[in-house]
Structure formats: structure tokens, C-alpha cells
């Protein structure tokens, strides 16, 4: 016979629960269970550990890494506006690469919205490994050369994205600092600031000071010409030498040159030729734009003088039903082949804008830089206003083959030489037999709206307008 | 729930779990012995297994193989034994333990023609399935894999029982999917967690370091089903609170066999299967308008373009190299399994060890031509290359279970598993076997490579695993169980890739030979300690209180090595020229404790009430700890005096049951931190850190609670069983990735935030009958079936809608829907072609449906003739409500460009509209995908399976007990309105299934023979 629970008993009872009870408070309150929860992870680099002159320095070079994705080292905006423009059609499957190609990009495209959050990258790393290389009082040179990079990336998204760019930042507390839509104009005067801001910071007589000061100037002389301000930009490149560049380096084991990887090698990109009726034909067999033939290309479709392509090279599109011929770029013909993202050749560019623009020796410019490149002849004077500002263009777009210049020059050439954008972009019929689009740009990403300085409705566009 | 209402709820339940600590120990020592027989009351046989139980006490016994069995320490006095086994109905007699001395209580059992396992695993232990207020899932494992087609324990998850939904391996080795009442989370995984005799094993999906473009193991898989003696399903919060922070998505509860006592019993079985291919692969389709000069090629003629005048067709050409045979790499597969197991043992000890062994080679099998081709090259073709998708695996088990003293059992169970697998370049990949079927050039060869290269792309998987468990259960009293359960499932896996100098597809650098070669180790550690009471507080009312705590520990730790450019002959990493190395760790641990009470009124009402609170390490460090809670009621209204009792119903009961459960962050979700790079200046790879993520200080684990209500009954002599459940889980807290603005530029593109809340509900339901109980003909049906509906009702304050190609999180939607902007056609000018002019697509997309199905139903007819020794049996699978993206032939029509739509100029209007709608849109820029986000209901024929069981007679003259012999099926055939080649196509593991280039399950044919000695 079973006994049960009586008066002495419950409150005996009524004890050993509250016993048993302990495990759920003492869950909560031990500090032997917050040591046996505490994890650390060898995966990650708490903050506390970045708080030194040496992390500063490891700071600087992962701004440098950042800006490489942003450029050479990663699918960017020197493809996508080239694909835009007319340096590149797409030669693969992906549907985002054709938005951009046909000029009707919408603002979830994966493509843009990855070298977008790519340039963006770069500028908060150049942000905070400038704040840590001053609090530690590294060399000035150092700092300026994170200003540099920060007035790259806003040429770089002022030429390629719409209007209303948001330039957001962390603080030194790490928390977020949102940034309202800073329109076209802004961005390329914030660039000319923090240009200058390099160029104060490089004060020293070191090379490295006078590197860093010669890119600032291209860079400040860069958002001048963006401004139509000719003669203040070629003023600021003055003293920049032609042989100045600073490149980003590529090797299989940090990060391969992707214009090779996608171009040369993954076949994903095919370069154009004369694509939409404006468009330049960029195999012409200019040596500032080398290319060859892909062995399995079909040499009718393509010029005669083309040399077939090296070992390695991939011999046909990724896309066998791609319409266009399958051609490759040799400017960078390996995966570790260098690509500069800043040169001297641009200083003088600007200086020949500058000159066509006030009436000076445009034209000696252009041919005492082509002069220094065998194969290349003297140009001439076309004569006509609109010959010679095609003449400049061209040779810039030879000069800064998919450098993440095209675009924007072909902007400029609507917002500042008055030409319609029908006489500018690729247009009519699209190679899917659709009709190109109108864009002009690129849009701000849909997940911008996430910004809580974006005050616009979820459904409506982030961008102020569209236009060029 | 506030934290002090949870303290006040604490207290509360201990103290109704009085009755733990307050037992009369001085009654210990006056004990006896409980001993007897448990016999078939028709035909007086032996009943093996039984579970016997001293009412309100915590001691019981199990019969061996001449049903006998012994149940010592029981206190001197008056008890009620009851016993109970699947396949019999329940008894109970009462009888009195004298003092120190022994009495016996021999039971009668008679059989039911139908029944459900009397007997369901709960955190807390094993406990009757009608003192259980949930609906608790339950598969025969043991019974099934001998039967049937089953061929990983994703199959045995499959259709068998409500609400779990299986989306299973798309060839050879390839994980199985599985939800368990919809979708919960929208950033987490939505996978179930798994527990195997009583530890928390290593599930992974997505379980490799090297993809080969989608199609991924999982580690599920790994186990050996013909190990398994049940599945149970434990479907959600309500009922799977005690299994702590990550049980939120249900939990898979698997016990391996055990040995009975007796005298050893042999078991050895073959089994030899066919693997093949059951679909129409489609053609390329392509016109051509005549060339503009003699020496030029033909242009491209679509149909679109021919309807818009822009050109005529001069030729047209339709080629499929899937159907030819000198091209086609689908050929027939083979599975060969062998296996020998021995149970057995005394009531001392009891074992059972089981080894097997089985290699599975895949349908693929590289094509003639491309062999032809290397031969010529004077290649040497290795068998890897020869059938490139091959399982091989062996697993051996040993289970004991110890009495150490009749106070005292010791439980050990070891499981190894040794697997390769392999797997070739698939689904979406330039490389791979599938794209290069789909996207089938003019004259009906290969879209992209010759699969005869892209097979030399050598990709290996080899997994050792141990998952080791040892479990004490302690008894020094009569009303008071001490249990101890301690694990580690521990698993090595290195994961190779090799392409050898010269060999592979020639894309990129892949002829220069690279080798890529990681190991992960994984170890899932579990210590779980609980005590139980049991008394009877008053005759009438009986009560059981457990508390306990549990640890869990997932420690992941990776290092990976890649070589690229390798030397003629080499296959090492260390032989290549550019060396690359990395490795990644991760560890997560949970610290939990729990108290749970349970009373049984007159054994016809049964209350349980308990908490849980978990700290894990994965929480922000400005959280603490989580609290679930937990009530359900089970309620035998038939056993009432006042209910009617008609004679054609057994038992009625109705249960409800609330809980609440979570999903713990990943590791490093809560972390603000840093992250290194590597960038090459002045010629030298440098090192530099770049801040990565924000993370954040108060995450804490995704919250469900779920409330379920049901009615169960059985009926007609228990011929008749019926289950019908109604659910609801609210998710809150859930989970949100919140996408960070691009503007701010940090590594990670997102954060983890507490901010929604997705509800999920619906019905389950099950009903099995034994229609014909014949001597000679038996026929028994199977119906089980469940619809669920999912909401995200908040994405959380200021997010805006989550927008992805074709799927969006939209607040009033469920999760994870398909949106597109539709479309509408007419062929305006009567020439049966559609041009860009005539389509008309929307401005604004529109939800288009779920896409995971809402309803599943699957209904499975047994018949047993020639005196019951022929089973036939078959299982029909539907699934429906829901849709799929045919991303594979919206490829084919606006990349690949050779789809009926475009080429055909026989397409039906539909197909050239979604065509052109997808490739030019209307007036050549408004495109839409609406037209391939299809519906994928289907009914399959999921399983057929015809089993003969030989008389005693022709066993024992083979030496032997038992004979059987089966002859199985699986995936035969399905009825689809989805126009891909199969509305399971699927190769991602994530939460909306992908059909992208992808190859359709396969189908299975085997032939298994038992045999017992």
C-alpha cells in the first residue's frame, strides 16, 4: 500500500522542489555558467585587438585590398560601365550582365548592387584606417593616401550611379553613421575635398608623399572635369608626371586581375565592337587595346588582323548562343597582370580637355602621349568643334580602356558638350531582338532603402533622378 | 513572458512536484520481486518486448524472447502492473509484493488488428502515447526498410507521416530536405534537429567544402536505416520545449535496436537494386533563316522574330543528345547492400551488433563517344571518370544495454560509419553533365562540354564518423530515477577536388590541374542529467516530476588546402605551384535546464506543465537567458461513465498542448568584429584587416510558441485508428537578416535582428485501417495527409519588403512566396506565333504562390493473399498548392536559346509567350519570369513493394527462423501539370527549392532478401 503526501510531508516536500527548482535559477545567474558559454572564436579579430600602430598599418592595407575589389580586382564598375558603354558586351547567361548591356537595369540587380556595396567598401575601410593611421600618428603620407582613395571611389560611383548617392560611414565607436542622398555634384566636391585633404596630409618630401600628392591631383582634377571645371583641373595636374601610376597588383593567391578572370579566362565578357551604332570598335588593332581571336572563334567574324589568343586563353563564350564574336583583351593579358587605377596619362588628358576646352594645344597633348607608344601615328585636326571633342573622347577611351572612365565620359558628353544620348550610347535593336533601353546610369540598389536617411517610399526609387 | 511571471511559474510547478523528494524512504528496504509470463491470450506464444510498469512507480521490466520477465525492489504492498506492446492491446491486473519475498503475475495479451506504438519518446523519457498531449509522429523504421525501396533515412522520412515534408536527394548520395509544419524562419535554417538514442547528432544539409554547383549530402544520411528500430517526430514547439533552444523546427527522434534476452537471433539480408532514369529530357529546337550570301552561316530564326517579320525560317532542327545513345552519360545505375546483425543476450546483458556493407553506383556513366574520343587521345580513363556519382558505405553498430544491479542498467551504444562518396559537376555549373542535356547546341550535341571531360573533374567525399553514447539509469528507490546520458557524435570529413594536368572540361584554368583538399571535424557533444519521481499522491492520482540539465556542444573546425597548377601525374596539393591555405572554426554551446511535472488522474487525465531556460553562447552579451514554458492536457473521455460507449468505438481522446521553443543565432551573429585580407604590394602578398560585421549586443534566439489541439480515436475493435491535430506557431522575435544599406560599406551585407513574425498553421491528419483481417486476405490503408498555411505578418519596424528575382518577403505573404509581374497574351493576328507586340505585362508584380507545398496527402493500400504470405503494397504521394521556378527552361529559352517556345515553330502560344515575355519583354524591355513560376502538384507514385514471407518449413531447411523476400520500387512514375522534368528537380539545400539546370530524382528497382537463423 502506497503513502501519500501528508501535512509534514507537503512542506518537506515544498522544499526539495524549491532544491530542484535551483538548476533553472542558477542558470541564470552563475558566472562558472558564463565561462563555460564563453566562446572564442579564432575566426574573427575582436575591436580591442585593433587598437594600434600596427593596426592601423593592417587597416591601410585592407583599404588597399578593398579598393582593388572595387577596380581591377573584382566584377566593378570598370566592367559594368564598360558593358553599359560600349567597351563590353556580355558573353554568358546571367540576366543581370544583359540588363546592363541592353540599358535597363533595375534596381535589384545583383551585379550592381555587388559593385556598388564593393566601392562603398572601400571608401569606409579608407574611412577608418585614416581615422586609426592619424590617432596613432602614422605617417602623413599614409593618411593622405586613404583620402585618395576615398575621392576615387566618389569619382568612381559620381560617374557610374544616379543622382543621390549615400556616402554612409561607422564612427570610431563602430556604430553607424547614415548618410542622406548626396546629390551629383556634392559628391564630386566631397571628392575634391578629400583630394585635398590628401594632398595637405602628404606633406613630406618622401617619394611616397609626392605619390600620393600626384594621385590627389588626378583625382581632385578628376571631380573638376566632372564639374565641367576644365582649367582648375588641368592647373591641378600640372605638376603630375606622365609617367606616374599607381597600380593594383594581382597574383592567384590574393586576388586574381578579374578583367583577365572574366575576359580571358572565364569567357564571361567579350569585348565590342562598334556595338548599338555609337559605340567605338575597340579591335582595331590599336596597341593601347590590344586582343586576339579565341581558337575556336570564327575568323571570319572578326578582324583579319587579330593573332590567335595564347595558351589558356578560353576558346569560345561561356554562352555558345552569344550573337557576337568571342573576343579577348590582351592591355592585361595574365591573371597577375598589374592594372593601374591613377596615372599621369589621365593628367594629361584633362590637360587636352582643358586646351580644347580654352583654345589651347589639344592636339600636341594627344600626340606627345601617343608618341611615346610604338604603332601609334600623329592624329590630326578633324577641324570641326564636334570632330575634335569626338577625336578627345576616343583617344580617351583607347587611352583608359576599362578603367571605369567610359561612362561617365559618356555622360559628360550629354551633360556637358549638349550631345543627345541617342548620339552618345549604344541604341536601337538589342542583340535579343528587343530594343535598347535608356539608361544612362546606374540605379542606387533597392536595398538602400534600408538607409534610414532614405526618406523616400519602399516602392519608389532611391535615385533623385536618372539623369546623366 | 515576463521573467518574474516565469520565476512565479517555477516555483509553482516544483511545488507541485512535491512529490520528488518526499517519498517514504523508510519503506526502501521492505521490498520484493514482481516476476511472470506475458503470453498471447489465442495462441499462448511468448510475448518479446513488452513493456511492463509498476504503476506510480519508476520500475518496469521488459519480456524476453519466452516472454518472461522480473521486476525487483518493488515496495511490499498492493500495485497495479500494466503492460503494453505495439500490435496488442494494453492490460493491467493488480497484485501484492509480500515483504522480502516474490510474487508472480502471469499476463494475458490479444491483439489488435491495428494500432499506433503505445509508447512515444519525450525529452524526459519514454512515456504512454495517451498521457502525451501532442500528435507525436511515428515510423516503424525497422518494419519499412526491410519492405521497401528505402535507401536513406531521408526516404524513411518520406510521406509516412503528416506534416513532414521531405524534398529527397536528386541523385546518388545526394541530402534530403525536410520541413516540419511549414517555414519558421526566414534567416535560419528551417531544418529539424536530430537526437539518436538520446544525443543531438550532427544533421547538417549542405554538409561539403567543395560544391559541384547545388547538389550537396547531408549527414543524415550517413546513418545505416536498417539500424533504426523507430522514427518518432516531435512536430513542434508545443511539444518539443524540453529539447531546448533549436528545436523550434521540430525534432527527428531516432532509437537504433536493441537486443532482447534470449538466445542470439541472426539476421542477414542482400539486397541488389537498379537505378535508373524515368523522364523525357527535353530536345533543342532551333530555325534558321536562309543565309544572306552563300559562304555565310545561316541566322538564328525565333519564332518571336519570324512573327514580327524580322526574318522567315529556312530550316529547322531538333536534337537531343540525352537521347542519343552515343551522347547520352544517363545509363542504368546498380545497389548492392549487404548486411548480417545479431541481437541477444540475458537479463544481464544485452547486445545487438549489426555491420553492413553497400555501395550504390549512380545512373551516370560517361558517354561512348567522349570514351571513343580519349581512347583515340590515348588517355588512360579511370573508373572514377567511367561512373562518377558512386556511394560506397560500411557501418557497424553496437548497442548494450547492462542491469548493474537491479537498482542499476548501463546503456551503450557505438555506431561507426565509414562513407565515399562521389559526386560529378552538376546543376548549376558550366561544367557540369545537366546544363550541357539542356542547353543542346543545332545539331544535337553538348551545350557546353563534352560530360566525357567535365566527369574527370574528380570530387570525393570521405566521412568518418563515430557517434558514441552511454546512458545510466539509476534507481534507489521505488518512486525515484536518477538518469545520465552522455554523447559525442564526432564526425571527420575531407572533402577533395582534382583535376589532374590536361584532363577536365577546358574552362578557365581547370586544364592546368588543381587539387583542393579540406577537413572539417565536427563534434556534437550532449551531457544531459535529469531525475524523475514518481508517486501516487492520492489513489486516484498519480504524479511524476523530472528536472534536469543538458549541455550541448558544436564545435566546427575546418582547415582547407587548394593547389593550383599542377605537374603531369601529380594529385597532391603540395605538388602544385601556387599553394593557397585557410581554415575556419566555429563553436556554439547551450546550457540548459528544465522541470517538468506530469499527473494522471484515474489514468484517463494526464496534465503536464513544465519550463525551460537556456543560455547559449551565440546570444548577445546584453541577453541572458530564454525561458519556454509548456502545458499540455491528455484527456480519455471514453473512459468517463457518463460518455456513451457504442460498441464500435475503442477509445476517444482529446489533447491539447502549448509550448514554446527557439532557434539559437549562428556563433558569430551577435559579434561586432574584424576580419583579415590579403593584398599583394610591391610584389608581396600582405596581410590586412577590414571590418566586417556590426553585430549585434541583444540578439537573442528566434522565439515559437505553438498551441495544438487534436482528437484521437480508435475504433471498430482497433481496426480503425483516426488522429486529426490543428496547429498554430507564432514565431516571434524571428530572426531577420536585415539587409544593411550598400552605403555603408561593410563586409557583412546584413545583420541578424530580432524583428518578425511568421505564423504558421494548419491541420494534420491520420487515419489507418485494417479493412480485411481475413486468414487468408488482408487488406489495410494508410491515410495521412496535413495543409499548412504561412504568414509573414511583420518584417519588423522601418525593413522594407526583402526583393529577390522571383522571391519576396512581403509582410501579409508567407515567406519565401514567388512575385513576378504577370502576363497576358493573344496572338492578335491569327499566325499561331507570338511577337513582343503581343504580350502585355504588368507594371507591378504580383504573389504568384507558395513555394513550398501547402497540402501533402499520402495514402498507402497493403494487401496480404496466399494466406498472408504475399504483401503487395503501394504508396501514393501527393503534394500540392504550391509552386516552382523552371529556371532550367526559362535558361533554355533566353540564354541557351533552344527551347520549344523559341525554336518550335509548333510551340503552343503559351510557350512562345512566356519565351518571349522572358527574353524580350513586351515592346522589348518589360520582361517577365512569370511564365516558368509554375505549379508543381503532383501525385507519385512514390513506392510499390511486393514482399513473400516463406513458411517456418522452408527456412529451417535452409538452418533458419525466417525467409522473406522483396521486390521494391521507388519514384515510378508522377502526374504533374509542371512542364520541367520533374516538380522535385531540385539541388539546394536552402529554403525555396531550386530547379535550375537540375537532374530529376531517380527511380529505384530492388530485390532484398531476409533471412533469420
Redesign the interface.
Known sequence: MNAYITGPRLRRAATAALLAALPLAGLTACEEVDRSLAVTDPDIINPGDVNSAAAAEALRLGAIARLNQATSGGESFWLLGGLMADEWRSSDTFVQRDQTDQRAVEDNNANVSDAFRSAQRAFLAATIAGRELGDFEQPGWQVGEMHVIQAYIENLLGEHMCNGIPFSVLNAEGAEEYSPRLTTSEVFERAIAHADSAIAAASGDEADDERVRNAAAVMKARALVNLGRYAEAAAAVADVPTDFEIVNEHSQTSRSNQIWALNNSGARWTMSLGEGGNGLDFVVNDPRVPACRPSRTDEATVPAFLEPCPGGTASRPFDRATPVPFLVQQKWPERESPAAWVNGIEARLIEAEAALAGGGDWLGILNTLRAGVDGLAPLTDPGTAEGRVDLLFKERAFWLFSTGHRLGDLRRLIRQYGRAEDDVFPTGEWYLGASYGDDVNFPIPQSEHNNPQVDVPTDAPVCIDRNA | MKRGSV?RL??A??????????A?TA?AQQSGTITGRVVDEVSGEPVVAAQLSVV?TSLGAQTNQQGQYTIRNV?A??HRVRAIRVGYAEVSDSVTVPTGGSVTLDLQMHTVAVTLTPVVTTATGEQRRIEVGNAVGQIQAAEVVQTQAVQSVGDLLTARTPGVQVLGGNMTGAGSRVRIRGNSSLSLSNEPIYIIDGIRMESSTNSTAIGVGGTTPSRVNDLNPDEIENIEVIRGPSAATLYGTDAANGVIVITTKRGRAGRPQWRAYVEQGLVYDNHDWPSGFYSFSAPAAP?E?PE?C?N??VA?G?CTIDSSFVGNPATNDSLTPLGTGHRQQYGLQVAGGSEAVRYFVSGEWERELGLLEMPSAGRNRLEADGVNILEHWERPNTVRRASGRANLDIALSPKADLTVSTNYIALEQRFPQSDNN?NAWGPTLF?S?SDGSY??FDPADSFQDETWQDVDRLIGQIGTNVRPTSWLSLRGNFGLDYTSRVDQELCRFNTCA????NR?GFKEDTRTNFYQYTADVA?TGT????PMLNSR?T???Q?FRNLFDQNSAEG?QLPPGATQTSAAA???AS???????T?????EESLAWQDKLFVTGA?R?????AFGRDF??VYYPKLSVSYVISSEPWFPQPTWMNQLRLRSAYGASGRQPN??DA?????????????T??????????GNPNLKPERSTELEVGIDGTFWDNRLNTEFTYYHKDSRDALID??????????S?SRLENLGQVVNQGVEGLVNAQLVDGAAFAWDVTLNGSHNTNELVELGK????I???TIREIEGYPLFGYWERPFTYADADGDGLIS?TEIDVAEDAVFLGYSIPKTELAFVNGFEFWNRRFRLQALIDYKGGHKLYNNTER?RC?????CSGIGNPNASLFEQARAVAA???E???ERTLAGYIEDASFIRFRELSLTFTAPASWASRLGGRTLSATLAGRNLGFITDYTGLDPESNYGQGNVPADFLTQPPPSYVTFRINFGF
Open positions: 520565476v517555477t516555483i510547478l516544483a511545488l507541485a512536484g512535491a512529490s520528488l523528494f518526499a517514504p519503506r506510480g515496495p504492498g498492493a559562304d552561316d538564328s525565333y518571336y522574330l514580327s524580322d558550366v542547353a547546341t551545350g557546353f577546358d574552362f578557365g584554368t592546368e531525475a508517486f501516487q499522491l492520492t516530476t528536472a534536469g540539465v549541455f593550383d601556387v599553394l593557397d581554415e575556419s572554426t566555429s563553436d556554439s554551446r546550457l540548459g535546464a528544465y522541470i519550463i531556460t537556456d543560455r547559449n553562447s541572458s537567458a556563433p558569430n559579434a561586432q568584429f574584424f576580419s583579415t585580407i590579403t593584398t599583394r604590394l610591391d610584389a602578398e600582405s596581410p590586412g584587416i577590414v571590418f566586417n560585421a556590426l536585415r539587409v544593411l544599406p550598400p552605403s555603408l560599406g561593410i563586409g551585407t522601418d525593413i522594407p519588403p526583393i529577390g528575382t513582343e535558361f533566353v540564354d541557351a536559346a533552344n527574353r524580350v519583354g515592346d522589348g524591355t
